[in-house]
Structures are given as C-alpha cells and as structure tokens.
C-alpha cells in the first residue's frame, strides 16, 4: 500500500515538473492566462505614476516613457474605468526599422481593483473591424478608403469574468446590435443590422449606381467601386446622415471624378471634380 502511494506521489511530482519545462500555464495569486490582478503590498511591486496618480506594476518596467489613459465604460451600469497602456524599454527590432517601444496594458475597475490585460487582442486585434464591415455590407474587399471605423459608430464597454475580460461594442444609429470579443476565444460575436428608416449600405451603392446610369454619366469602367473608390458615412449641416461616394470618371475633358450623396430618402446629389475629393471634402 505505501509502494502504491510513494508512486503516485512521484507521479504527481513528475506531471508538475512536465508542467514547468513544457511551458503550461500554472497560475497563482488570481493570475491566469488573460490578466493579472495588481496587489500594491505584494514583495516586487514596481510603482508608476499615470496622471499624477500612483499605480503598482508586477513586471520591470525599464526605461519608463510615459503612458496614456483613456476613460471606458465598464459593467451593466456603465461606470468609468481606466484603461492604461504604459510605454517602457525598446522592441528588439532589426536595425532598419524604426524604434517602438514596449507596452504594458492596464485596466483599473471603478471599484479600485487594477489588473494587467496579458491578453489585448480583445481590445485591439484587426479582426474587430473586419467583422463589423462585413456585417454592414460595406464592400470591403474592393474599398480601401471609408470611415466606417467601429470605434466611431460604437460605444465600448469592459465587463469581467473573474479575471478574464470582454469587450462589447453597442452599434450607434444607423447601426444597432451589438458584438464583441474576450480574452482568450478564437471568434468575433455578435449581430449587427440597420435602424428602421435607416438606408443601408448596399442599398446606397444600388441607388448610386442607377443614378449614374439614368443620368448617362461616365463613371470609368461603368461600374461604382473601383481601388480608388471611396465611401463615408456623414452627417450635413441640417443634421440628416448621408452615403458618400466618390468615384473616378473616364476622365472626359477636366471631368476626373464624381461625388454622390445619396441621403436615406433616396435623395441624390451628384457634384462632379477635376480630381478625387479628399475625406474632408465628400
């Protein structure tokens, strides 16, 4: 009987070992794979100071360059916290390209508690975009040049999970739903769609596009969306949102390309410019 037990303790003590050198997780102290939660009185503590206020880091943070601070709203009530990304030492970059520095993310809670996000992706990755222009229709795979950027047509907020985070983003008019991410899953979630009496963004692009046929004008190719094409989602100065949509012509004359403002009436206003508008101007 104590043979059986001596060997299964040497087993466990090998499963540990096993753990350590093939780099399994094995977390302490509230820590796991997604965030680490800060203990100011903890042996090893490095202190920062972010707006004249003093925080509490568990990793060196060598080279200290500053940090920035950006208010979120957090939880079913929506109160502030802080989400705080700090900017110490340099990448190990090749010579040829320009220096960064390193980056630490944090988020203080509004009841006080403050953890390191290990895992920003949630936050930050590509994909959040992605899948929101995918979502609206918005002819991402042939439109480079848009405004249709998700943080500007959403309200963000951080709700945890024990220590792992998630973010989901409300969709502002005309958009509604909501999607988002957490730490640690593999997929973007979420649904998406259009206000009542709002027009969409492939409804826009049809409604465009018969314009310039009805009115023979010479759109290059005859088609809407080209690799210059590009596309807003604006508000005119009596307060009524609109699709813009500025589109190279065959280059007739000092014709070089067109702009279409197509509000969710189905009103169209076509102006026509030497050159491709800017942003600014469509």
Request: hydrophobic share 40%; glycine share 8%.
């Given at each position: 009987?104590?043979?059986?037990?001596?060997?299964?303790?040497?087993?466990?003590?090998?499963?540990?070992?096993?753990?350590?050198?093939?780099?399994?997780?094995?977390?302490?102290?509230?820590?796991?794979?997604?965030?680490?939660?800060?203990?100011?009185?903890?042996?090893?503590?490095?202190?920062?100071?972010?707006?004249?206020k003093l925080y509490h880091s568990d990793i060196p943070l060598p080279k200290f360059q500053g940090c920035q601070s950006e208010d979120i709203s957090f939880g079913p009530g929506g109160l502030?916290?802080?989400?705080?990304?700090?900017?110490?030492?340099?990448?190990?970059?090749?010579?040829?390209?320009?220096?960064?520095?390193?980056?630490?993310?944090?988020?203080?809670?509004?009841?006080?508690?403050?953890?390191?996000?290990?895992?920003?992706?949630?936050?930050?990755?590509?994909?959040?975009?992605?899948?929101?222009?995918?979502?609206?229709?918005?002819?991402?795979?042939?439109?480079?040049?848009?405004?249709?950027?998700?943080?500007?047509?959403?309200?963000?907020?951080?709700?945890?999970?024990?220590?792992?985070?998630?973010v989901t983003h409300y969709l502002k008019f005309p958009f509604m739903g909501t999607m988002g991410w957490c730490q640690g899953d593999r997929l973007v979630g979420g649904e998406i769609g259009?206000?009542?009496?709002?027009?969409?963004?492939?409804?826009?692009?049809?409604?465009?596009?018969?314009?310039?046929?009805?009115?023979?004008?010479?759109?290059?190719?005859?088609?809407?969306?080209?690799?210059?094409?590009?596309?807003?989602?604006?508000?005119?100065?009596?307060g009524y949102p609109y699709w813009g949509f500025a589109v190279p012509a065959q280059k007739v004359g000092q014709l070089g390309a067109y702009l279409f403002k197509v509000y969710f009436n189905?009103?169209?206003?076509?102006?026509?410019?030497?050159?491709?508008?800017?942003?600014?101007?469509?």
């Amino acid at each position: 009987m104590w043979q059986v037990i001596r060997y299964f303790l040497i087993f466990c003590v090998l499963v540990v070992l096993a753990s350590v050198a093939f780099g399994a997780p094995m977390y302490m102290n509230g820590e796991n794979n997604t965030s680490v939660k800060m203990d100011d009185a903890a042996y090893g503590m490095v202190p920062f100071y972010c707006n004249t206020k003093l925080y509490h880091s568990d990793i060196p943070l060598p080279k200290f360059q500053g940090c920035q601070s950006e208010d979120i709203s957090f939880g079913p009530g929506g109160l502030d916290a802080k989400l705080i990304t700090v900017f110490y030492d340099w990448e190990d970059l090749p010579e040829d390209m320009p220096k960064q520095a390193k980056r630490a993310t944090f988020i203080e809670k509004p009841d006080g508690e403050m953890y390191r996000l290990k895992n920003t992706d949630f936050l930050t990755n590509p994909r959040l975009q992605t899948y929101f222009e995918d979502a609206i229709g918005s002819a991402r795979s042939v439109l480079d040049q848009h405004n249709f950027h998700l943080n500007d047509f959403s309200v963000r907020n951080i709700q945890s999970y024990g220590n792992t985070f998630c973010v989901t983003h409300y969709l502002k008019f005309p958009f509604m739903g909501t999607m988002g991410w957490c730490q640690g899953d593999r997929l973007v979630g979420g649904e998406i769609g259009y206000h009542d009496g709002a027009m969409s963004f492939s409804r826009a692009a049809i409604v465009a596009q018969g314009y310039a046929f009805d009115n023979n004008l010479k759109l290059a190719q005859n088609k809407l969306f080209h690799s210059q094409t590009k596309a807003v989602l604006k508000i005119d100065k009596k307060g009524y949102p609109y699709w813009g949509f500025a589109v190279p012509a065959q280059k007739v004359g000092q014709l070089g390309a067109y702009l279409f403002k197509v509000y969710f009436n189905g009103t169209v206003f076509a102006n026509e410019f030497p050159g491709l508008p800017t942003m600014q101007e469509m």
